[in-house]
């Protein structure tokens, strides 16, 4: 069984920043790709940004230049570096890990003055 734990959501104001983790465990031989999504309501969830095992990265149009995603491979443990953020960014952040496609249970983000 694997076991996605995530932290670091929070309510910030426009143009604040923010820090996501999310640290696996359980039967994990080794985790290729993670990732972060997200869900606003009313939308369907969709990719935040990924990262391979080997550190390549991709993005969301809408997280380009302002959010940065990371891992520790010895920790399991992927981050979520958003900064600038905007009331646009508002959701529940999942984190994902492949093989297995496994999901934690999510974080809320709320961007707010």
């Known amino acids: 069984q694997v076991r996605l734990v995530e932290s670091g959501g929070g309510l910030v104001q426009p143009g604040g920043s923010l820090t996501l983790s999310c640290a696996a465990s359980g039967s994990i031989f080794s985790i290729r790709t993670m990732g972060w999504y997200r869900q606003a309501p009313g939308k369907e969830r969709e990719l935040v940004a990924g990262?391979?095992?080997?550190?390549?990265?991709n993005y969301a149009d809408s997280a380009k230049g302002r959010f940065a995603i990371s891992r520790d491979n010895t920790k399991n443990t992927v981050y979520l570096q958003m900064n600038s953020l905007k009331p646009e960014d508002t959701a529940v952040y999942y984190c994902n890990i492949s093989p297995g496609n496994f999901w934690g249970q999510g974080t809320q983000v709320t961007v707010s003055s």
């Open positions: 990262i391979s095992r080997g550190g390549i990265t």
